[in-house]
């Protein structure tokens, strides 16, 4: 077996999530090593033989799909250590304060993850678009970019604003401000690139956050019946390389 250390998130309940979520669509891939007990993505290989570039590159694609289930599930879950800055502060007798995050606990109905990471399951054995989406929302320190590049995959899999709006429940309006505000935001606030009409964006980068989360949510649930069978969650197949932030 090859492992990698799993990239950290800034809370606990969130590492037991993964685990749950890798439970139902990944089983074995985010694990707990008994002799470090650290949190580590586990792959099928022999680090003395495979490339390990390669291996480390599909772990990471693996678990930003991971992620991306997990933050759809809960808007603000999912954050990455590598997305907070908080370095330590010293005065200028050279005492230093260590800064920590605040703790979080989330109350969910018995089996809702476990379901809603059925459904995310059925969909990256079955959609290219959602494979390709799913993994641009895992990434680290997303921008305007790649929530626009996600709303587009959205656009191929339901033809368009109108199917969104059909299938997703997310009405036209909505998603004009979205478009409008990724658009125009300055690159310095996470936008897209330069506007030549500034003042237009509506929404700020953490409104576009949440409704790209919206989208990804209401999007799992479109997979799998009522009643998910294991026979409808599989391995997802090999992600193409997902299309960055386009220049228009």
Not at 126 to 143: C, H, I, Q, T, Y
Not at 160 to 184: A, M, P, Y
């Amino acid at each position: 077996m090859i492992e990698f250390p799993m990239p950290e998130v800034t809370q606990g309940a969130d590492q037991s999530a993964l685990i749950t979520i890798c439970d139902t669509i990944d089983l074995g891939f985010v694990v707990v090593n008994p002799n470090t007990v650290q949190h580590v993505m586990r792959l099928e290989g022999d680090p003395h033989t495979d490339d390990l570039e390669e291996a480390e590159r599909s772990a990471r694609v693996r678990f930003s799909q991971v992620l991306g289930v997990l933050r759809a599930f809960k808007h603000g879950r999912g954050e990455l250590q590598e997305e907070v800055n908080r370095s330590n502060v010293r005065d200028e007798h050279g005492n230093q304060w260590v800064r920590v995050g605040t703790a979080k606990a989330y109350m969910m109905v018995p089996g809702a993850l476990e379901e809603f990471a059925a459904r995310g399951g059925v969909g990256l054995a079955s959609s290219a678009p959602f494979r390709d989406a799913l993994r641009l929302f895992g990434k680290a320190n997303r921008d305007g970019g790649d929530y626009y590049s996600v709303y587009e995959y959205a656009e191929d899999e339901f033809g368009g604003s109108d199917g969104i709006r059909d299938s997703l429940g997310i009405s036209g309006k909505r998603q004009g401000e979205f478009t409008k505000s990724v658009n125009h935001l300055r690159p310095a606030d996470g936008g897209r690139h330069v506007s030549e009409t500034p003042g237009v964006a509506s929404m700020d980068l953490e409104d576009a956050s949440r409704f790209t989360t919206d989208l990804m949510s209401a999007w799992i649930r479109t997979f799998g019946s009522h009643e998910i069978t294991s026979d409808q969650v599989g391995t997802a197949p090999a992600t193409s390389q997902p299309r960055g932030p386009e220049r228009r």
